[in-house]
């Protein structure tokens, strides 16, 4: 099997797992079995991170991706069985209307649903282009009272994600649920394998992060623990090749791995990351090397926990690399595997040259 093929293998794998974020067990027990068959020993931690570490000499690294998804939780369900739901994460209310998706009441016995949709003969004319809040918002799961949905086990506070879906479109794109970020983990577990095979590299803490859509700080409790030298993210960078996002950048899909030079969430939260140089450099380098095309993104209203697993100690440098992806936090996410593999492939080659003599002066 071709790295494309398995990188396309474990994305598909994972997308169909439902993980909310706080809610990521199911999605961490198939990672973990994943890295098990890789040799490599991992550890979950209180909050639900995953890590795995290969010991090796210079700076530490850690290198992560996380596992989480957005969607929402039950707020109420009406006496009539309807159910209300509260958002969690950046969910976009003009793409609800008739969306599928699950509840998830525990393994093998989750509850298929849809978020209702106005019938269209019904709708007034101010009503045609008016998007829905989600407060307005509920779900139609089949059942005829409170009661019956209850005995199927819906409760406050259940978790709900759009319904998982993962195709190809074509030869090498991937579309489906949750492809940010199950295709970075999918990246990681490769290059986890990768990483493992290298008979000289420095320590690598291989990490699969919890609740990055809900308020991004779950992979810093790791962070906390692990002190690393160096943290290196993988998740979506936005694809801008479609015509209303190409005033946004220069990131195509199948235009290979990116990576961000800027990045800053001012919506309520402020904070981002600018790269640490030595490590632009690092994978600049390694892309010119290797012929691996590689992508630059500078975006406001963007963030991922790398914003915050860099505050860590006395200070960690930090870069975001990842992969192109369309349509973001929609209920179909579109990436491509051959920006996934050369992903793996720059992050093996640069991880490689992570040595004792490797240095973090930034006037070095």
Do not use: W
């Amino acid at each position: 099997m071709t790295m494309r093929d398995r990188l396309g293998e474990i994305a598909r794998e994972l997308m169909m797992i439902p993980g909310l974020s706080g809610h990521e067990d199911r999605v961490r027990r198939a990672i973990a079995a994943r890295l098990d068959a890789l040799g490599l020993d991992s550890q979950s931690d209180v909050l639900g991170n995953l890590c795995g570490t290969l010991h090796g000499e210079g700076p530490s690294v850690m290198v992560f991706a996380h596992m989480d998804q957005l969607g929402f939780v039950v707020r109420k369900v009406e006496n009539d069985g309807l159910i209300r739901l509260e958002r969690l994460g950046g969910v976009p209310e003009r793409a609800l209307a008739a969306q599928a998706v699950l509840i998830c009441v525990g393994e093998d016995r989750d509850v298929p649903g849809i978020i209702a949709n106005k019938s269209h003969h019904a709708t007034a004319p101010d009503e045609k282009y008016r998007v829905v809040p989600y407060g307005e918002v509920f779900v139609d799961a089949g059942f005829a009272s409170k009661a019956e949905a209850e005995a199927a086990g819906v409760r406050i506070g259940a978790p709900v994600v759009y319904r998982p879906d993962a195709h190809m479109l074509g030869a090498d794109r991937l579309a489906g649920t949750s492809v940010d970020d199950r295709a970075g983990c999918a990246a990681l577990i490769v290059l986890a394998g990768a990483l493992a095979a290298m008979k000289e590299r420095p320590t690598v803490h291989v990490c699969f992060t919890v609740q990055e859509e809900f308020n991004l700080r779950g992979a810093q409790a790791l962070a906390q623990r692990l002190q690393p030298d160096i943290a290196i993210q993988i998740d979506l960078m936005l694809a801008t090749d479609t015509p209303d996002m190409a005033h946004c950048g220069d990131m195509v899909l199948g235009g290979g791995p990116g990576m961000s030079l800027y990045s800053f969430h001012g919506r309520g939260t402020l904070n981002g990351v600018i790269p640490h140089p030595a490590l632009v450099s690092l994978f600049e380098g390694v892309a010119d090397n290797h012929k691996i095309s590689l992508q630059r993104s500078a975006q406001t209203g963007i963030l991922t926990d790398l914003s915050y697993v860099q505050l860590v100690g006395h200070g960690v440098a930090a870069i975001d690399l990842g992969f192109p992806m369309r349509y973001s936090h929609s209920a179909q996410e579109v990436c491509d595997l051959r920006d996934l593999e050369r992903l793996v492939q720059l992050l093996s080659a640069g991880i490689r040259q992570i040595g004792p003599g490797f240095s973090l002066e930034r006037d070095g």
